[in-house]
């Protein structure tokens, strides 16, 4: 089993950064995928980034790409998105979250989910 804390969100400027980290505890954190989602309130959850167990692919939603960078450092058991150029669109409460499987961007497809946290970008 996998448990996932999410911290590092806050609130920051458009067109600033803020890196989010995914601690995670349990075994074979190191197996599994990992994504990560967001929510803005209204909204239904979307997908954001994905990297596979080794964080050698990663996959990003376009409305993130070239901005967000998803990392993850298997030794640590902790998975990383870095945001940069963050957006007033951007704000919501991001997730982490594992899967057994192939990265994906299906919500559903993953096993293990941390709790959020908060990002709001300001004007």
């Known amino acids: 089993q996998v448990q996932l804390v999410e911290s590092g969100g806050g609130l920051v400027q458009a067109g600033g950064s803020l890196r989010l980290s995914c601690a995670a505890s349990?075994?074979?954190?190191?197996?599994?995928?990992m994504g990560w989602f967001r929510q803005a309130p209204g909204k239904e959850r979307e997908f954001v980034a994905a990297?596979?167990?080794?964080?050698?692919?990663?996959s990003y939603a376009d409305s993130v790409k070239g901005r967000f960078t998803i990392s993850r450092d298997n030794a640590k058991n902790t998975g990383y998105l870095q945001m940069d150029s963050l957006k007033p669109e951007d704000t919501a409460v991001y997730y982490c979250?594992?899967?057994?499987?192939?990265?994906?961007?299906?919500?559903?497809?993953?096993?293990?989910w941390g709790q959020g946290t908060q990002v709001t970008v300001s004007s």
């Open positions: 979250a594992a899967s057994r499987t192939a990265p994906r961007v299906e919500a559903a497809l993953y096993n293990y």
């Open positions: 349990g075994r074979s954190f190191s197996t599994y995928a």
């Open positions: 990297t596979t167990w080794s964080g050698g692919r990663a």
